[in-house]
T-cell receptor, first 115, second 112 residues
Framework: EAQVTQNPRYLITVTGKKLTVTCSQN?????MSWYRQDPGLGLRQIYY???????DKGDVPEGYKVSRKEKRNFPLILESPSPNQTSLYFC??????????????FGQGTRLTVV | AQSVTQPDIHITVSEGASLELRCNYS??????LFWYVQSPGQGLQLLLK??????LVQGIKGFEAEFKRSQSSFNLRKPSVHWSDAAEYFC??????????FGPGTRLSVLP
């Protein structure tokens, strides 16, 4: 089954404790992206990646890191989480090139609470 | 710069009434256009998409959208709203080799 898988689905952590949210897709998509969703603010893009080893900042990259060492994986790293990073996070992936362009496929979301 | 606007933050309609959600975009390339829906506590589900061809596209759950290049718009419509349509709706734009851009969303409330 084609899917984008995020883990964990729920996470409560303490300020300053490094964490990683994983995202994996099994559709061989070049494009992957991370978003955070907060009440009244819609989806805000954190980072995106056009292909392996190619990443770029979105609208709200501060406090986050990403890496794209393999095509299928795009982990989101919070080196020193703070309470203002408490949010709902979504990972997405897609084909974005001529002839194969598709919609963005989303993971189920990760609800992160930083206390 | 690429951008997507959804002028209505929150819309309330009565059940059975018609619905139109607005989406305007500013994009340098020929766009591909999408509408997604997010029900409370859920992830994002694709309602419909426009790639080329007929500018009126049909989607799931009785929704349709019309692409108007001259107005840079891709408005979502439904002739008769059901209570289960209460959700947040996002318009999105993409293009070959370009980043996806999402609008800020429109929250739809449905009155019984």
């Amino acid at each position: 089954e084609a899917q984008v898988t995020q883990n964990p689905r729920y996470l409560i952590t303490v300020t300053g404790k490094k964490l990683t949210v994983t995202c994996s897709q099994n559709m061989n998509h070049e494009y992957m992206s991370w978003y955070r969703q907060d009440p009244g603010l819609g989806l805000r893009q954190i980072y995106y990646s056009m292909n392996v080893e190619v990443t770029d900042k979105g609208d709200v990259p501060e406090g986050y890191k990403v890496s794209r060492k393999e095509k299928r994986n795009f982990p989101l790293i919070l080196e020193s989480p703070s309470p203002n990073q408490t949010s709902l996070y979504f990972c997405a992936s897609s084909f974005i090139w001529t002839g194969v362009f598709t919609e963005a496929f989303f993971g189920q979301g990760t609800r992160l609470t930083v206390v | 710069a690429q951008s997507v606007t959804q002028p209505d933050i929150h819309i309330t309609v009565s059940e059975g009434a018609s619905l139109e959600l607005r989406c305007n975009y500013s994009y340098g390339a020929t766009p591909y256009l999408f509408w997604y829906v997010q029900s409370p506590g859920q992830g994002l589900q694709l309602l419909l998409k426009y790639f080329s061809g007929d500018t009126l596209v049909q989607g799931i759950k009785g929704f349709e959208a019309e692409f108007k290049r001259s107005q840079s718009s891709f408005n979502l419509r439904k002739p008769s709203v059901h209570w289960s349509d209460a959700a947040e709706y996002f318009c999105a734009v993409g293009a070959d080799g370009q980043n996806f851009v999402f609008g800020p969303g429109t929250r739809l409330s449905v009155l019984p």
